[in-house]
């Protein structure tokens, strides 16, 4: 099955800072998603990319379909931001999501 | 609009005991899916509904997991026996139609002791 790879795994940002979340993954996919996970468990969507470049507010989020990777621009983080990002494609086969293992983000005060 | 809600949103049961796991989906979802996090693991497929019927069930790890969709609306996820290492959280997601975006439930954490 695909392989999903996130990086870094842990990510600690002062308040303000700008951050990239890095998604690999090992074959073609028909969609992606990206989730944060709050710190009461819920996965919140972020994202639906599969490809190109969409912004919500302070994130945006870019596929690159042919190359197998995706980003997630944090800007001007807040403590809010803390959780864990998840980024899980689709490879078109019974539309199951393959979740990477995440990246675990603190933003300090 | 609601969305997916799962209950309980914990329980906690002994070895051997049998719990069942609710989840409602978006209203008019016609996919739902089961998946679960165990621990220091990622989170992993179980299965994945159309309507009433089970397209895909290749990641239930046991005949001790049943799933059911009775009518295409909820679903239940059922264990019997649990085991230890069944303990974890069950997550459950629904989308309008296939390959399009998956909206996820608030989870359930199980703990089996």
Request: net charge neutral.
């Amino acid at each position: 099955g695909i392989q999903v790879e996130q990086s870094p795994p842990d990510l600690i940002l002062q308040e303000g800072a700008n951050s990239t979340l890095r998604c690999n993954f090992s074959d073609s996919v028909n969609n992606l998603q990206w989730f944060h996970q709050n710190p009461w468990g819920q996965l919140i969507n972020l994202f639906y990319i599969p490809s190109g470049t969409k912004q919500n507010g302070r994130l945006s989020a870019t596929t690159v379909a042919t190359e197998r990777y995706s980003l997630l621009y944090i800007s001007s983080s807040q403590t809010t931001d803390s959780g864990v990002y998840f980024c899980a494609p689709d490879t078109g086969a019974n539309s199951k999501l393959t979740f990477g293992k995440g990246i675990t983000l603190s933003v300090r005060p | 609009e609601a969305g997916v809600t799962q209950f309980p949103s914990h329980s906690v049961i002994e070895k051997g005991q049998t719990v069942t796991l609710r989840c409602d989906p978006i209203s008019g979802h016609d996919n739902l899916y089961w998946y679960r996090r165990v621990m220091g693991k990622e989170i992993k497929f179980l299965l994945h509904f159309v309507k009433e019927s089970k397209q895909d069930e290749s990641g239930m790890p046991n005949n001790r997991f049943l799933a059911e969709r009775t009518g295409g609306t909820y679903s239940t996820l059922k264990v019997q026996p649990a085991e230890l290492e069944d303990s974890g959280v069950y997550f459950c997601a629904s989308s309008l139609i296939m390959d399009t975006e998956a909206f996820f439930g608030q989870g359930t954490r199980l703990t089996v002791v």
